[in-house]
């Protein structure tokens, strides 16, 4: 794209810049492009592919990537894991494909002694339909529902009246079309990163020939990984972690009043912009959804809490969020209506991920304001036995000094 909007520069063509642009919205999604056709309705097209390499939003991911540190290392962590939890997969799988026919054989052995018991019953002899179903070889219709192994397994219908026997499809039988179509339907809930994640895992398992159904927990269960390491993440040790009353008291004798004041007012501010991004973004209001986003990203460089800076840094860790936000960002000046997968990131990626890490960020904030309120209130005690203290040394003190006035020199001399 750069290379095709500097030759177009240098060309000073118009026409074929227009024409250069439309092609790009067709092929990619990249929100900085589009941005182009947008402004290209007020500038001069030279003028705005000049500062291209520019746009906001590009910068603004760029900030944001540099703000956070931690994140490659914790995506390659993430991917380490999931690497990890594939191969105990694939052991578990060649393990059962190992002792299956044993474990098969003893299942068949026992349900069919079962069955044979049975049979044997009286009542089971009258039960109609018996007598035809033994002469043909088959089960009869009142014992399908324990899984009589006849030539084929046969088993109940699950919630459809009568028990009239369906065939019971095996986990592995579960295609990749299926897989494919449950991605789209949870790629709302956890947004594009964890498809495409998905679908990775889908196609591994694919070309491993094993089966498809394993993917959603190997994915899952690198979501889960993943989320772990952000709760560990923000429950990394600050300066308000107490220990030990000697902690305690150490914390409570270094760290002053106002800085406890400066940060209870921090996290609570900090908790009004999560709560303010985790509202919806709609088609008309997405300016202001991606303006508190904004505002929520430039706290990072801002706010002293450590735990505040914790649950930021967790906030833009998120490669989608970073990059949906700098998408919003490009749109900001344009005119018209917003592209619908723009729209779709932003709800998917940025409220998405808000919904799902709220608690999480929330509980790690309101847990370090205990943590301060806790030194408060130490601070305020030893204050107040402090000056206890004095007030008991000072009426001693004076009971000492009326004593031996008294005694001493007023009865003496008096």
């Known amino acids: ?83 990890t939890m594939y191969r105990k997969q694939v052991m578990r799988v060649q393990s059962k494909a190992a002792d299956s ?83 789209a339907r949870e790629a709302v809930k956890f947004g594009t990163q964890q498809q495409l994640l998905m679908q990775q895992w889908v196609q591994k398992f694919a070309q491993d020939n094993l089966p498809a159904y394993m993917a959603d927990s190997v994915c899952n269960a690198a979501d889960t990984v993943k989320h772990e390491t952000t709760r560990k993440w923000l429950a990394g040790a600050t300066k ?24 209870l007012n921090e996290l609570d501010y900090l908790m009004s912009r999560l709560d303010k991004a985790e509202e919806p973004v709609q088609s008309l209001t997405w300016a202001d959804s991606v303006g508190a986003w904004v505002a929520l990203s430039e706290l990072l460089p801002v706010i002293q809490a450590e735990r505040g800076r914790k649950v930021l840094e967790a906030v833009f860790a998120d490669k989608g969020v970073v990059d949906a936000l700098g998408k919003g960002v490009s749109f900001l000046k344009s005119t018209g209506d917003l592209p619908q997968h723009i729209l779709t990131a932003l709800k998917t990626n940025l409220v998405g991920h808000m919904q799902t890490n709220l608690y999480m960020y929330k509980q790690a904030i309101q847990h370090e304001q205990a943590n301060i309120h806790r030194v408060q209130d130490m601070q305020g005690r030893f204050i107040a036995l402090v000056g206890a203290t004095v007030a008991a040394i000072l009426v001693g003190i004076a009971n000492f000094l009326g004593r031996v006035l008294y005694y001493d020199y007023y009865i003496q001399y008096f």
């Open 240 to 263: 308000y972690d107490l220990h030990g009353t000697v902690g305690l008291l150490h914390k409570m004798l270094t760290i002053s009043p106002l800085q406890l004041v400066k940060h």
């Open 1 to 83: 794209v750069e290379s095709k909007v500097k030759h177009l520069t240098a060309e000073k063509d118009k026409e074929g810049c227009m024409k250069m642009m439309r092609s790009l919205i067709d092929e990619s999604d990249d929100g900085d492009v589009i941005a182009l056709l947008s402004e290209s309705h007020k500038r001069d097209p030279q003028e705005f592919l000049s500062e291209e390499l520019s746009s906001p939003g590009r910068l603004l991911s760029k900030i944001l990537e540099e703000s956070v540190p931690w994140r490659h290392g914790f995506e390659e962590y993430v991917k380490c894991q999931a690497e």
């Open 101 to 183: 026919s044993e474990t098969q054989q003893e299942k068949v052995h026992q349900a069919t002694k079962k069955v044979r018991n049975l049979i044997r019953e009286p009542a089971q002899r009258t039960a109609p339909g018996a007598p035809e179903a033994r002469a043909a070889g088959k089960p009869p219709k009142a014992l399908w529902l324990f899984g009589v192994p006849g030539r084929a397994r046969i088993w109940p219908s699950a919630g459809k009246g009568p028990i009239t026997g369906h065939r019971r499809p095996s986990p592995g039988g579960k295609t990749l079309s299926a897989v494919r179509k449950s991605l």
